[in-house]
């Protein structure tokens, strides 16, 4: 699947997501939000402020989500995701979790696309759903757009994380002007703190099994790699292995199988398939990754410090964490990274950092 893209060094965009299901369905199929933050430790995160317990739930933060064309329906359908969920659909101020920009102009409907904004909006809301989120549509799915938006939304007061589920299979990598610029903290930032605070760029790794998918971890972004992910027959946690489409090199891991996929709501027609649709692919990990950086930076805001800089702290810091603090994947390596995370482990030693 992809978008082909008439650039010389570019085999073709891909959002990096795999669907299990391509017919309609009633009622939710895959993973729940309550099995995921269960199986991940999503569940376990709370901070202690004089002497109160607050739950780690991403609030004060927001999360970009940076995809191409536009999805007309995303506002209704993450309501009815909230809805049949139990999930409360608005931020940790009030407002509806959810808000939508066109920096380059209102874009043209992708159904395939639409997809892929359903699965990323739906599980960084449910992994942290008292953070914002902000949709970020560029006008088309090429590099200089999709960059330009990236631009667009690590400038925004309040984005800590930027997340982006789409990548190119590529021989050699574009300049680094096109990208490298879009892909640093602001000077000055407004994050979810104060200004002099830091964004996390996390990309989802790549579906296709090959080597050359870009962007990779020889970017300076957290890159998640893709795996199966195993329960024991009460829903905890029983092992991961590494799922062979999973490309390249990646920092991290993260549930990305097929069978049974992400439960997720998307009423915009593609192909015959629309309603509940079982989503997968590296880039169900990135955004549910972009969601467990907001909660530390919660976290860290409730200590006084500025959200993580993407390159200066994220990245050595999950390099630095113990092996203690991620699964590992059977059959992993330079795929998977450090692995899959214990988040309230890993959380807590980013809030430390």
């Known amino acids: 699947m992809g978008h082909p893209q008439r650039v010389v060094t570019v085999e073709g965009l891909e959002p990096r997501r795999l ?3 391509t017919t309609a369905n009633l009622t939710p199929v895959g993973l729940t939000p309550q099995q ?9 995160v709370t901070y202690s402020v004089k002497g109160k317990t607050i739950v780690g739930n991403g609030k004060g933060q927001t999360i970009a989500i940076v995809n191409p064309f536009r999805a007309p329906t995303i506002t209704a359908d993450l309501r009815v995701f909230d809805n049949t969920f139990g999930i409360s659909n608005r931020d940790g101020k009030g407002n509806f979790a959810l808000s939508v920009a066109f920096p380059q102009g209102k874009p043209t409907v992708d159904g395939s696309w639409a997809q892929e904004t359903s699965l990323d909006v739906e599980w960084a809301h449910a992994m942290a ?3 914002h989120i902000l949709l970020v549509e560029a006008k088309s799915d090429s590099q200089a757009d999709l960059f330009a938006a990236v631009n667009y939304a690590r400038k925004k007061t309040g984005v800590t994380v930027v997340s982006m589920s789409w990548g190119w299979d590529m021989t050699s990598a574009p300049p680094a002007s096109l990208y490298a610029p879009a892909i640093t903290t602001p000077p000055k930032h407004v ?3 104060k200004k002099g605070d830091g964004v996390t760029f996390v990309e989802a790794g790549g579906d296709n099994g090959l080597a050359t998918a870009w962007p990779d971890a020889s970017v300076p972004i957290v890159s998640v790699g893709g795996t199966t992910l195993s329960l024991d027959a009460n829903g905890n946690y029983a092992g991961e292995t590494l799922l062979p489409q999973s490309a390249g090199t990646a920092t991290v891991a993260y549930d990305a199988d097929p069978n049974p996929g992400f439960a997720m709501y998307d009423s915009t027609p593609f192909q015959g398939t629309q309603g509940w649709q079982a989503g997968t692919g590296t880039s169900a990990g990135a955004p549910q990754w972009a969601a467990l950086i907001a909660v530390a ?9 500025h959200s ?4 200066s702290q994220t990245l ?3 390099a630095s964490l113990p092996d203690s603090d991620f699964h590992p ?4 390596g330079a795929s998977t990274g450090r692995g899959s995370p214990f988040a309230d482990r890993v959380i807590g030693g980013l809030v430390a950092l």
């Not at 930076?297 to 410090?305: H, T």
């Not at 993580?308 to 390159?311: A, K, M, R």
Request: proline share 5%.
């Open 19 to 21: 669907l299990s299901s």
């Open 36 to 44: 995921v933050r269960h199986a991940y430790g999503f569940d376990q």
């Open 129 to 131: 759903p008292a953070a």
């Open 191 to 193: 994050g979810g703190f």
């Open 297 to 305: 930076d919660q976290g860290r805001a409730l200590a006084g410090k």
């Open 308 to 311: 993580l800089d993407g390159q």
């Open 316 to 318: 050595p810091g999950l």
């Open 329 to 332: 994947i059977t059959g992993g």
